[in-house]
């Protein structure tokens, strides 16, 4: 109760949903792993769930660390027998368990292949393809649309069947010589845990009833990020059975406003139809965001709520919006130094209006687009620091060809700070 205490009423009703499908639409900043793993403690607490009956899920390593630390914070020694884990990290293991006599020749010591090797195997399949290779199909590019395959759940076989042109199907023979490859080295991607779990699982239904009897209650942190192939393995683990009483116990956080990882599988779209394949869900939306002002949300919103493709979610902030304070300010630019040169006077009317350069921050998408930005706050003599990366201007790289140049103009001069083209 004093847990529940500290959390506002969107949260709590998240926390102390009844068992059965419950999707939480978390919008940025509401709080939603603290939800995820106070819904774990509730539980154990309340449900009278053993800890090693939860499996909680989320997709990246450094992700799974912080659950796994705020849960032994929460729980403590309670916490011991409870798997919380990468889709990834969690299939392996299962694999490495049980894959061995179940599934061809793989044994429970395959090797996981990383980017060179696939490229390596990728390569060999086209270099064995009859007749000549569409253009643009590189190794890169085939491991990209067979990982796009594998996330949709598709062996070389359907896809081929279901190839839309010629180029698809040259894929789909690549995909078939890429599979046999790995197959024969006892080696598997990373896809490949997800899509070789899915399988031996249906494959195997008295596999499937022990991990179903094992992992009563799934949490899925992020599920914005869910591709179909994880998609499916998660509804194949919660799917009802005698041991369930018919009950699944699946609860999911996410919010497809967020959702960024396209380029990876991700299907965001996978939220938005939750409720169509989990018709007796559960929906809660946290609409509280405890990290921004309210123009920064109200921005937000107004880019996304005419999106047909993601249900829009407004927030309301929990801080207190100033008086007098300014909403976003949005300039456009015809390239990058008209645009560096605007920041540059607009931190000079700041300064002008009595406001500290520490106060202030500039913000960029990637590590190149400093190079204009640092060449107009030089050239306005305001100063600067980078902060996460070393600064255009104090590169090696660069040091050292402006103080070769520096050598080049001035013979005489002794302080060049020549390092590398001496």
Do not use: K, N, W
């Given at each position: 109760m004093h847990l529940l205490s500290s959390l506002n009423p969107e949260q709590r009703a998240a926390v102390t949903a009844p068992i059965g499908p419950v999707l939480v639409r978390a919008g940025a900043g509401s709080g939603k792993t603290r939800?995820?793993?106070?819904?774990?403690?509730?539980?154990?607490?309340?449900?009278?769930?053993?800890?090693?009956?939860?499996?909680?899920?989320?997709?990246t390593n450094k992700a799974a660390k912080e659950m796994r630390e705020r849960l032994r914070t929460l729980l403590g020694s309670r916490a011991?027998?409870?798997?919380?884990?990468?889709?990834?990290?969690?299939?392996?293991?299962l694999l490495r368990e049980q894959i061995a006599g179940r599934l061809g020749h793989y044994t429970g010591d395959f090797s996981i292949y990383v980017a060179d090797e696939q490229l390596q195997l990728a390569a060999e399949a086209l270099d064995a393809a009859t007749g000549p290779a569409p253009l643009l199909i590189e190794p890169e590019e085939l491991l990209r649309r067979i990982s796009r395959a594998k996330s949709r759940m598709l062996s070389p076989r359907l896809m081929a069947r279901f190839a839309p042109d010629p180029i698809e199907r040259f894929v789909a023979g690549?995909?078939?010589?890429y599979q046999r490859a790995l197959e024969r080295a006892n080696a598997v991607d990373f896809d490949d845990l997800i899509l070789l779990t899915h399988r031996l699982l249906s494959e195997h239904p008295d596999l499937l009833e022990a991990c179903q009897q094992r992992w009563r209650h799934v949490l899925v942190d992020e599920y914005q990020d869910t591709d179909p192939s994880q998609h499916a393995l998660v509804e194949l683990l919660t799917r009802p059975g005698p041991q369930r009483d018919g009950r699944r116990s699946l609860f999911v956080v996410?919010?497809?406003?967020?959702?960024?990882?396209?380029f990876r599988n991700a299907d965001h779209s996978i939220i938005a139809r939750f409720s169509h394949d989990f018709p007796d869900a559960r929906v809660i939306e946290l609409t509280t965001n405890y990290r921004s002002r309210q123009p920064i949300l109200d921005a937000a919103y107004a880019v996304i709520r005419h999106s047909k493709a993601v249900p829009p979610m407004a927030?309301?902030?929990?801080g207190v919006t100033l008086p007098g304070e300014?909403?976003?300010?949005?300039n456009e630019a015809k390239d990058g130094r008209e645009e560096a040169e605007q920041i540059a006077r607009g931190i000079g009317?700041?300064?002008?209006?009595?406001?500290?350069?520490?106060e202030l921050a500039v913000l960029y998408r990637t590590r190149h687009m400093s190079r204009p930005i640092e060449a107009a706050l030089r050239h306005a003599r305001i100063p600067y620091s980078v902060r996460g990366s070393v600064g255009f201007y104090d590169r090696a790289v660069v040091r050292d060809a402006l103080a070769y140049l520096r050598a080049v103009n001035n013979p005489a001069d002794n302080l060049t700070g020549l390092t590398r083209w001496v």
């Open positions: 939800v995820l793993t106070l819904r774990i403690a509730h539980l154990i607490d309340h449900h009278g769930a053993q800890p090693g009956q939860i499996l909680a899920l989320t997709f011991r027998g409870l798997v919380a884990g990468t889709f990834h990290a969690v299939c392996a293991r690549c995909y078939g010589r996410g919010d497809g406003m967020q959702s960024i990882y396209g927030l309301r902030a929990a300014r909403c976003i300010l949005i009317e700041l300064q002008r209006q009595g406001r500290r350069l520490r």
